[in-house]
C-alpha cells in the first residue's frame, strides 16, 4: 500500500483507466527517441526518471483501497521501474508491453522501457509504429 497522503478519491476515468489495467484491456503507451553521442546509462536513466518523478506530481500517485473506500494515494517510496532493453523494434516491445503488469497499489502506475542500441539508421518512424490522428 502506499503510504503517502491521500490526495483525493479517483475520477471515473482513473477507475476506469485502473479497471482496463487490472483486466488487460487497455494499454497506453508513449515513444521517446533520443539520440546521443555516447550510449545512455542506466544511471542517467534513473537519474532523469528521479527527476521527471518529483517535477510531475500525478506521476508519484498509486491506488489504495477498493470499491467505494478507493483513493488516489502519493507513494513515499522513489521506486522506479525502468528497464534497459536491448531491442530494435519498438512495435515489439509494444506487444510485450500489453501483457506487462505494473503493481497499480503500491506505485508508480507507470514504467520506462529504453531500447538501447536502437539502429541510429533507422527511419524514426515505420508505417506500423505510426498511428493516425484525427
Same mark, same amino acid.
Given at each position: 500500500?502506499?503510504?503517502?497522503?491521500?490526495?483525493?478519491?479517483?475520477?471515473? %476515468?482513473?477507475? !476506469?483507466?485502473?479497471?482496463?489495467?487490472?483486466?488487460?484491456?487497455?494499454?497506453?503507451?508513449? =515513444? $521517446?527517441? !533520443?539520440?546521443?553521442?555516447?550510449?545512455?546509462?542506466?544511471? +542517467?536513466? %534513473?537519474?532523469?526518471?528521479?527527476?521527471?518523478?518529483? +517535477?510531475?506530481?500525478? %506521476?508519484? !500517485?498509486?491506488?489504495? &483501497?477498493?470499491?467505494? @473506500?478507493?483513493?488516489? +494515494?502519493?507513494?513515499?517510496?522513489?521506486? $522506479?521501474? $525502468?528497464?534497459?532493453? #536491448?531491442? @530494435?523494434?519498438?512495435? #515489439?516491445?509494444? =506487444?510485450?508491453?500489453?501483457?506487462?503488469?505494473?503493481?497499480?497499489?503500491? &506505485?508508480?502506475?507507470?514504467? *520506462?522501457?529504453?531500447? *538501447? &542500441?536502437?539502429?541510429?539508421?533507422? =527511419?524514426?518512424? !515505420?508505417? =506500423?509504429?505510426? $498511428?493516425?490522428?484525427?
Amino acid at each position: 500500500m502506499p503510504d503517502g497522503p491521500k490526495i483525493r478519491q479517483p475520477t471515473f %476515468l482513473e477507475e !476506469l483507466c485502473e479497471m482496463g489495467h487490472v483486466f488487460d484491456t487497455m494499454l497506453t503507451g508513449y =515513444a $521517446l527517441r !533520443l539520440r546521443t553521442p555516447q550510449r545512455i546509462t542506466r544511471e +542517467q536513466m %534513473l537519474k532523469a526518471m528521479f527527476h521527471l518523478r518529483r +517535477q510531475v506530481p500525478c %506521476l508519484r !500517485l498509486a491506488f489504495s &483501497g477498493t470499491g467505494s @473506500d478507493m483513493w488516489m +494515494q502519493e507513494a513515499s517510496s522513489e521506486s $522506479l521501474d $525502468l528497464e534497459m532493453v #536491448e531491442h @530494435d523494434s519498438v512495435d #515489439e516491445v509494444m =506487444a510485450v508491453m500489453s501483457r506487462y503488469r505494473y503493481v497499480s497499489r503500491t &506505485g508508480p502506475l507507470w514504467c *520506462v522501457k529504453v531500447l *538501447v &542500441g536502437y539502429p541510429p539508421n533507422r =527511419a524514426p518512424v !515505420l508505417p =506500423a509504429e505510426n $498511428l493516425s490522428r484525427p
